[in-house]
């Protein structure tokens, strides 16, 4: 495979055996391959153990799994959308397909733009602004598809102050890249590369980190029709919509259906319905001081984060990860549970079974060891004692030896009495 990849355009899956998202993934990975190969696709789709080719995953830069990456030439792009079937083959046809596609009609124009949510056209003969266009597309066509057309290929309804242009289509109009204030091409084509309003998850808002721009998002359930959850949704949608002007550049719209993923980015319990406006760049977040009846209140509340008068909350302080870590491990602690007591138990029980057998066996150890110094100590006293002083049976026999030599001088001194007597 490293010697001849070259030759063709490979789409693989680097996964390890051990990993339960990889597992998940590989009844889709299967279809994606039946499917490419029934369509006729060039790209050849396989799939690697990174644990056991861990030179080659290295070299492809893999460094979690499941990691998908589309080879081409000398070229590595990475799949971070989400892991259903369409999406992958989307991904696919689109790396492997040319960087520029041109729009040769009308017709074609119309064609293409009723498949794509999202499109950037290039308007214009050679020049510098395309060969930018060009090295972009290079590196965000992993993204979305880049096309070039000629002016009177374009619906009658665009009008282009200059020529040569680049032109965003979506939803259901139309914005004309300026240098001058939207700043450099790729960071533009970065912001504009979603449309104004979405539905939010967590893929998406991974991907909206890379823009820069704060998140404002209704987070409601789809399922539920109350007339809160629908005004909430409809506020965002309109400010997306008829402010666009004003906030396109630093907010990004959309809603979130249920509120588990929030919970658990914000560390915090929201209740839904509400709003939340997030900035994925410091993992700050905002919530509204008061309710939010209408569109002006919406307004106001933007405008508020954009002065600084808004309080932030959360961020990437010591604090804060700290706070993270602790929520991180109490988290896994408690789904382990839920999933699976008895897998909790061991998992969990054993390690601090054993660090309490190893604790009690350290401080039994120590005091043992303090008593038997002790007992030593007393023991070379006693042994000095009797040492200098001798046993007690030496002591008793010398105190009889004592008695005794006296007993013999008062028999001597009674024996020379006796004599005088005499």
Not at 184 to 205: A, M
Not at 326 to 335: H, M
Request: aromatic share 10%.
């Amino acid at each position: 495979f490293k010697e001849n990849r070259k030759d063709d355009i490979w789409l693989v899956d680097f996964y390890a055996p051990w990993c339960g998202h990889c597992k998940k993934l590989e009844p889709v990975w299967n279809e994606v391959g039946i499917e490419m190969k029934n369509m006729g696709s060039p790209v050849k789709v396989g799939k690697m153990d990174a644990t056991s080719f861990s030179s080659i995953a290295s070299e492809f830069g893999v460094r979690g799994y499941p990691t998908i990456k589309l080879l081409k030439g000398d070229l590595a792009y990475n799949y971070r959308g989400p892991r259903t079937k369409d999406d992958i083959i989307e991904f696919a046809n689109r790396v492997a397909g040319p960087l520029i596609r041109p729009l040769p009609s009308h017709h074609m124009f119309e064609h293409v733009q009723k498949r794509h949510r999202v499109l950037f056209v290039y308007v214009g003969g050679e020049s510098p602004l395309k060969e930018k266009y060009i090295e972009v597309a290079s590196e965000l066509i992993v993204y979305t598809y880049f096309f070039s057309a000629s002016e009177d290929v374009l619906p009658e309804y665009v009008t282009l102050p200059e020529l040569p242009a680049v032109v965003v289509f979506k939803d259901g109009t139309y914005f004309v890249y300026d240098e001058y204030e939207d700043g450099d091409l790729s960071s533009w084509i970065n912001r504009e590369r979603f449309q104004g309003y979405l539905n939010v998850d967590g893929f998406t808002l991974y991907e909206l980190g890379d823009t820069g721009k704060l998140v404002a998002i209704a987070v409601i359930d789809d399922k539920n029709s109350s007339v809160e959850h629908t005004r909430l949704k409809s506020i965002i949608q309109e400010v997306a919509r008829d402010y666009r002007d004003h906030f396109h550049r630093d907010f990004q719209f959309g809603h979130m259906d249920g509120n588990d993923y929030i919970n658990s980015l914000l560390m915090d319990d929201l209740t839904i319905p509400t709003i939340v406006v997030l900035n994925t760049s410091n993992q700050q977040y905002f919530l509204p001081d008061r309710h939010i009846e209408n569109t002006e209140d919406m307004v106001q509340f933007i405008n508020d984060i954009l002065d600084g008068t808004a309080e932030a909350q959360g961020g990437d302080g010591l604090l804060q990860r700290i706070k993270r870590i602790i929520y991180d491990a109490k988290s896994t602690v408690v789904s382990v549970f839920k999933s699976s007591p008895l897998l909790g138990c061991f998992l969990f029980g054993l390690p601090l079974g054993v660090i309490s057998i190893m604790c009690y066996g350290i401080c039994t150890a120590d005091t043992d060891g303090g008593v038997d110094e002790h007992e030593a100590a007393k023991k070379e006293n006693s042994d000095r004692e009797l040492t200098d002083e001798g046993s007690e049976e030496e002591q008793e026999e010398e105190k009889n030896g004592k008695y005794t030599e006296l007993s013999d001088g008062e028999l001597k001194q009674k024996d020379v009495m006796e004599k005088k007597k005499d």
